[in-house]
């Protein structure tokens, strides 16, 4: 039957005819009460249908399968509709005797003008109005009218015992349960259930049913990148789909890839209940199309293929170029919407935003307002729309410091190269002669032209303008030369370092300039862009995760946010970005935790689990201001026991606390148990984690804020004075360190399991290329670790006797290669920063020139140069073998002048043993029987060719090259 439109111009009438339309392309059958055929689809909205005596007419009766189940109450544009709540329950309770609804009162009550919409459903257990985009179609209404009712939904889907003492719910009675009834019905987590998640991944799921619970529609959740988000959100689901019933959910991603990785989680997730797998038991769909299958629960997607969707257009754009992700991935306006039939308002009940740091809140805001679901956002670093979009409904934070004290994540250091052209741009003089290549952007076609003028370009041309193929090279060589020394001392092998460009074409030429650098092949360094061909980014990542080759990624956007390569230990940035919070991203692909196995499967030479990783900062990211994350170790040149000794002396600084945190965090997760139980036992019980909770928790502001509000008797949201607040926030403290303060073997205990465990690791120094010089801040920690060196050195002079030797010379003595390996060790165990590479590098920062051999590989016996040079025995610092080669010179010139000269063959033997006493500090007549003396006749040759003299040469010669 056609709608007949009502006639006339008031704005009540053009509301009608608004609302007509609304309800019309809904899929309702708008009628006239006198020429109403109530059988004529599955939905007809009749106009003016009177009531009983005293309710009045209900402007639209809403019949659903020929029986009443909802009213709309309509009004002009502009009027206010939650006052006019009260007429449509009115309206609900006022039909007619004859007429038999599903449900009394009528449960679908909407308000309307045409332009805003809002909506109750009775069916809720706490009935409340929202706003709704469009009118529900007549087949939802028609599926919630036939829902289970909560009492036989729970039989099937919530244990008998998790019910709880006061049973079921609103909805118990035999009315249709709706998500939101259902959603009471939630049993809590099992411990079972609680075993697979870290205690974060378990408040975090608790925090999100909360808030749903509560009817809260937004929720978002900011979890540090690592930590697990997307599994807690799988398993959240699992939970939801099981015991509440959604019709379907949506999980939105902001790049294609991340909808790959998100599906293979959905694909591994067993389903605790029953053991399948969850798209065995759900349907899962991470959509290549703009449809979506009947069966299907669970939808993988970006938001531009939804809004493709909604439009009703074929296919989807595609994703946004190389080099675009820190503008956001919004179109140039706020994009429009309107209603579409195949993904209509309530199309899912619930909406998951993955990395929803965008600005998807902004410009693309309205396509998510669209639909009548809860929304949970999640991300890592939240910019100020996203919390605005969720109405500050954060229900759930867990940051990155919080993450490293959990072992959750590892920390970060900052390794800042600079150059002059990268700081300072540069120039291309026109002589006459230059000849400059221009390359075209598009085609990469090289055309060659002499400069008639001068070319000068700023930094921030670079890469983009002006590709300067020397400020690459000097990067990549000046990375190459610090690698095992300054970033990853005694490695061998490359870590799995991943670099950020700023677009493809800048990202070829990093390709280039790494590969020459180190001297490497094609498989050692590889792209990694949308761009890449033969073999798919998909295939690439695997084998950068998972294989020895590629050593080195290059790419742009595509691994910035979200994927998951736990082995990568350094990220490297040659691109700025104006967001801070996809700068945060880029760098949080480094802070995955990876245990020693998976470590060593593709970095061999990896000495256990990945405890930190290295922020290579090629263009300054580290020092703008819109850097959030810190590292939580702050002090990192003070040693360990020092932190403890500091907080047992009554230290509160919160750079200390903070350090000794991550200090404890790193040792722990080296622990094993007999470890642990040790700790245990010496500790009254507690262990190192719950130190360093402890110690975080009492320098958290919010922490302090409300245990301060608690103490001071104020209600919930008054706020305590400054003082209050300060005073709670030191005892909070007292109380986090009390068990390091009263009990001496704890101290004790930690220190000796660091000893035990502790490897060095480098602070960030200011390397200025361009210069060949460090910082101030670097040659401050130089001079203060030369400092600390030498002061052990003089306050241990006489409990080593290798120091004893330099400082004493007793009659008769000599210095051995074992006293020389004990007074390593013993640095070693005094000061983790004890190392020689590292003590040389710190001389050579602090005393310039007299320092020589800066940045070598450094021997065991270089110890003897350094020790010799920190206790004034030698002007200058060189390498200790040059220093023995020099003295096997004089030496040997000494002779010749006394007349005591060797023949060519004995003089091969002496060059010999010069070798062996450079590498290893003494020879002994043993030390003949060695290679590569052994090889050459060994003792018996030697005798023969020195006769009875050889003792005497050999001691001769170990006093004139060992002194």
């Known amino acids: 039957m056609p709608a007949v439109s009502p006639p006339g111009h008031k704005p009540e009438e053009r509301a009608r005819r608004n609302i007509d339309a609304r309800l019309t392309e809904s899929g309702w059958l708008v009628q006239d009460y006198e020429v109403r055929n109530i059988q004529a689809g599955p939905g007809v909205a009749v106009r003016e249908f009177p009531l009983v005596g005293g309710h009045g007419t209900a402007d639209y009766l809403l019949f659903v399968d020929g029986r009443p189940a909802g009213v709309v109450e309509a009004k002009a544009v502009g009027h206010t509709l939650s006052g006019v709540e009260v007429q449509t329950d009115k309206y609900a309770t006022g039909l007619p005797k004859s007429l038999s609804p599903v449900v009394r009162p009528l449960p679908f009550l909407y308000q309307s003008t045409g332009v805003e919409t809002r909506f109750t459903n009775g069916l809720d257990p706490t ?26 939904w729970a039989r099937g889907a919530v244990p008998a015992n998790a019910v709880g003492e006061g049973g079921l719910p609103f909805g118990a009675a035999g009315r249709p ?17 609680a075993a697979r998640f870290w205690g974060a991944q378990k408040a975090a799921i608790e925090a999100i049913e909360t808030s749903m619970r509560a009817n809260r ?24 789909l099981h015991f509440a019933g959604p019709r379907r959910v949506l999980f939105l991603v902001d790049r294609t890839n991340l909808g790959d990785q998100a599906a293979t989680e959905f694909e591994r997730y067993r389903v605790p209940w ?7 038991e759900w349907g899962v769909e991470h959509l290549a199309s703009n449809h979506i299958g009947d069966s299907t629960k669970v939808v993988i997607t970006t938001i531009q293929r939804l809004y493709s969707m909604l439009r009703g257009e074929a296919e989807a754009p595609p994703e946004p170029e190389e080099g675009q992700a820190d503008r956001g991935i919004s179109p140039a306006q706020i994009v429009p919407v309107e209603y579409g039939a195949a993904l209509p308002p309530e199309f899912f009940d619930l909406i998951v935003v993955d990395e929803c740091h965008r600005s998807i809140y902004s410009t693309w805001g309205q396509v998510l307002s669209y639909f009548d679901a809860f929304l949970v956002g999640l991300t890592a670093t939240p910019s100020k729309n996203t919390y605005g979009f969720f109405e500050g409904n954060v229900v759930y934070e867990y940051g990155h410091e919080q993450a490293v004290a959990d072992g959750v994540n590892v920390d970060f250091e900052v390794f ?6 990268g700081e300072h741009g540069g120039t291309i003089a026109a002589d006459g002669e230059t000849v400059v290549k221009f390359r075209d952007r598009a085609t990469r076609e090289m055309r060659w032209a002499i400069a008639d003028e001068d070319i000068a370009y700023g930094a921030d041309a670079l890469d983009r303008d002006v590709v300067a193929v020397d400020r690459l090279r000097t990067i990549f060589c000046t990375f190459r030369e610090k690698l095992f020394t300054d970033l990853f001392p005694g490695r061998t092998e490359v870590p799995k370092t991943l670099v950020f460009c700023k677009d493809d074409g800048h990202a070829e030429d990093v390709v280039k300039a790494i590969r020459e650098a180190f001297e490497e092949g094609n498989d050692f360094c590889r792209k990694i862009t949308y761009k890449t061909t033969g073999e798919t980014p998909k295939e690439l990542l695997q084998k950068f995760r998972t294989q020895f080759n590629p050593r080195i990624a290059v790419t742009v956007d595509m691994v ?18 104006k967001s801070r919070i996809f700068f945060e991203q880029m760098k949080g692909r480094g802070v995955r935790v990876c245990d020693a196995t998976e470590m060593r499967s593709v970095s061999a030479d990896a000495k256990g689990p990945k405890d930190h990783f290295v922020v290579v900062d090629c263009v300054g990211l580290t020092e703008q201001d819109f850097q959030d994350t810190q590292p939580l170790e702050r002090r990192k040149a003070v040693p360990l026991a020092q932190l403890i000794d500091a907080v047992a002396s009554g230290s509160t600084d919160a750079d200390v606390l903070t350090s000794l945190a991550s200090r404890l965090v790193r040792l722990d997760r080296k622990c094993g148990d007999a470890e642990r139980r040790q700790v245990a036992e010496v500790g009254g019980g507690t262990s190192l984690s719950d130190l360093t909770h402890r110690i975080l928790e009492a320098l958290d502001p919010d922490a302090r804020r409300e245990r301060a509000r608690t103490a001071a008797g104020l209600a919930r949201g008054q706020a305590p004075s400054a003082e209050q607040v300060s005073k709670t926030g030191e005892a909070m403290v007292r109380e986090a360190v009390r068990p390091l303060v009263e009990r001496p073997a704890l101290r004790k205990t930690i220190d000796d399991l660091r000893r035990h465990f502790e490897q060095v690791i480098d602070e960030v120094t200011r390397d200025e290329v361009v210069e060949a010089d460090f910082s101030e801040e670097g040659r401050r920690k130089a001079a203060d670790l030369v400092q600390s ?10 409990e080593h006797e290798a120091l004893k030797f330099f400082y004493a010379r007793p009659a008769g003595s000599r210095l051995r290669y074992a006293d020389v390996r004990r007074l390593h060790d013993a640095l070693g165990l ?15 920062r602090r005393d310039g020139p007299r320092v020589r051999g800066a940045g070598q590989a450094r021997a065991l016996a270089d110890l003897v140069a350094l020790v010799r040079y920190a206790t004034k025995a030698e002007p200058a610092l060189s390498p200790y073998a040059e220093t023995v080669r020099a003295r096997f010179d004089a030496w040997m010139e000494r002779r010749r002048k006394a007349g005591r000269a060797f023949t060519d063959e004995q003089r091969l033997w002496l060059e010999r043993i010069r070798d062996h006493v450079a590498a290893s500090v003494e020879f002994t007549l043993e030390d003949f029987e060695v290679t590569p003396f052994v090889e050459q006749g060994g003792a018996a040759r030697a005798r023969r060719l020195f006769g009875a003299d050889l003792p005497k040469v050999v001691a001769e010669l170990n006093e004139a090259l060992v002194a």
Not at 133 to 146: D, G, K, V
Not at 830 to 844: G, K, P, Q, S
Request: aromatic share 10%.
């Open 274 to 280: 029953t053991g399948r797998f969850f798209p065995e």
């Open 177 to 193: 349960s709706t998500f939101r009834s259902r959603l009471l019905a939630l049993p809590p987590i099992a411990p079972a259930e």
């Open 789 to 798: 060196f030498e002061r052990y050195l003089a306050e241990h002079r006489d």
């Open 416 to 421: 800042r190269i600079r150059t002059r052209i």
């Open 127 to 152: 009935p409340c109005s929202r706003a709704v985009f469009a009118f529900h179609r007549p087949e939802t209404l028609s599926e919630w009218l036939a829902a289970t009712p909560l009492t036989v």
């Open 830 to 844: 005094a000061d983790a920063r004890f190392v020689e590479t590292r003590i040389w590098e710190a001389y050579a």
């Open 217 to 240: 529609p937004r929720a978002l959740l900011r979890m540090a990148t690592g930590s697990g988000k997307t599994f807690t959100t799988v398993s959240l689901l699992a939970r939801l």
């Open 560 to 577: 910035a946010t979200g994927t998951d390569i736990k082995p990568v230990e350094i990220v490297v940035f040659l691109r700025k970005v």
